[in-house]
């Protein structure tokens, strides 16, 4: 059965947008390519015929590319931001009939397995790992896990960048597969991608780009096509990228789902808690706040733009904003988090600590204050 694929190494513009975006498709018996203009997205489908796109809601789905959190003080933002962003696109693939997810990763399976556990289960959706053992570029991933995609039924698959968040339109490509649209021109990919199996004859199983082996041949035989991506589209590959795509995705919940939003006088603007989540008394929350799973944030914590993910204590009086605290990370009392302070997994910041851009890798306990950006090792 065939799926989609979920990735977060394909090179992206890093910007925001809401005006009009686009997707785009290959022929009938080709692929889907996700396209962009500067100010515009675009997502990518394959024309195949409606009844056989019908039938694509019952595929598989690839996520591609979590990194390691160390990779936090090179440029990209790595495995966190990977693994939160393919968890707002699974439910989105859910949404239109996925059942299985292939996670294709280079680094600590284990991981990633154990972190979506809890997800998959409530979602009953199937999540595997296609791991690499060396770097195969953007279309490597395809061909090493060819055998989870394609099963010889010729269904096509999603395959998604998992750096990059947007209103995730899969409802929309499968509709549009047929209309099979072209010419689009001054574009960026979106990395929304809808492939037919057919594609993945055209990748050896060695380090490949999709964007400059693959589709170049797929558009010579004319059989790519782009769609507009619908809404927002940000590459959160960078912390200050992901505060802002959070936002973006929350204004979207708002518009769309506002019921899964957080409400109450502790709320201010757009505030995301997983149920799980035990905020105390006197608290202030929001705007553009992600609260995860077994967080406990207690009285009088004060949260503006910021992610706070699974299992994260946050101690009384507290204060964070613009600001990323990973996995079971602990924020003392009346500690002050700011200015892109990013905290790696089971980082430990002491009382009265002020943090002011830190970058701190896994594993730390942070006794003093860092008071100018700097990565603490």
Same mark, same amino acid.
């Given at each position: 059965m065939p799926g989609a694929l979920v990735s977060g190494k394909w090179p992206m513009a890093t910007r925001a947008g809401r005006s009009k975006q686009s997707a785009c498709f290959p022929s009938r018996k080709e692929c889907a390519v996700a396209r962009l203009r500067p100010e515009k997205k675009h997502a990518a489908c394959d024309g195949q015929e409606p009844d056989t796109v019908a039938s694509a809601q019952r595929r598989r789905c690839l996520v591609d590319g979590a990194k390691p959190l160390a990779n936090a003080s090179h440029g990209r933002f790595g495995k966190g931001t990977a693994l939160?962003?393919?968890?707002?696109? &699974?439910? #989105?693939?859910?949404?239109?009939?996925?059942?299985? %997810?292939?996670?294709? /990763?280079?680094? !600590? =399976?284990?991981?990633?397995i154990n972190f979506l556990k809890d997800f998959e289960d409530k979602l009953v959706i199937t999540i595997t790992c296609s791991q690499e053992t060396e770097p195969l570029g953007t279309a490597g991933p395809l061909a090493l896990a060819r055998d989870k995609l394609a099963d010889g039924s010729g269904e096509p698959f999603f395959v998604l960048n998992s750096d990059v968040i947007s209103e995730y339109p899969f409802a929309e490509l499968i509709k549009l597969w047929s209309l099979r649209w072209?010419?689009?021109?001054?574009? &960026?990919? #979106?990395?929304?991608?809808?492939?037919?199996?057919? %594609?993945?004859?055209? /990748?050896?199983? !060695? =380090?490949?780009?999709?964007?400059?082996?693959?589709?170049?041949?797929?558009?010579?035989?004319?059989?790519l096509y782009a769609m507009v991506l619908p809404g927002f589209w940000m590459d959160v590959g960078q912390p200050r990228d992901y505060i802002t795509g959070l936002r973006l995705y929350l204004d979207s919940l708002r518009k769309k789902s506002a019921a899964r939003l957080a409400t109450g006088a502790h709320v201010v603007g757009n505030v995301l808690v997983h149920e799980s989540a035990k905020i105390g008394e006197g608290c202030l929350i929001g705007p553009d706040v992600a609260i995860g799973p077994g967080c406990i944030v207690e009285d009088g914590v004060r949260l503006s733009r910021c992610t706070v993910m699974r299992g994260v204590r946050i101690k009384k009086h507290a204060c964070i904003s613009n600001s990323?605290?990973?996995?079971?990370?602990?924020?003392?009392?009346?500690?002050?988090?700011?200015?892109?302070?990013?905290?790696?997994?089971?980082?430990?910041?002491?009382?009265?600590?002020?943090?002011?851009?830190?970058?701190?890798?896994?594993?730390k306990e942070i006794k003093s204050s860092i008071l100018k950006p700097e990565i603490v090792m």
């Open positions: 939160q962003t393919a968890v707002a696109s &699974i439910e #989105a693939l859910k949404e239109v009939g996925v059942t299985e %997810v292939v996670l294709a /990763i280079n680094y !600590r =399976p284990e991981v990633m072209m010419n689009h021109q001054n574009m &960026i990919n #979106a990395g929304i991608y809808l492939l037919n199996p057919s %594609v993945l004859d055209r /990748i050896e199983l !060695r =380090p490949t780009s999709i964007e400059k082996e693959v589709f170049p041949q797929i558009a010579a035989d004319q059989k990323i605290i990973r996995w079971h990370s602990t924020v003392g009392q009346w500690a002050r988090i700011e200015n892109m302070t990013i905290l790696g997994e089971d980082v430990h910041v002491c009382d009265e600590v002020y943090s002011n851009g830190g970058v701190v890798l896994p594993h």
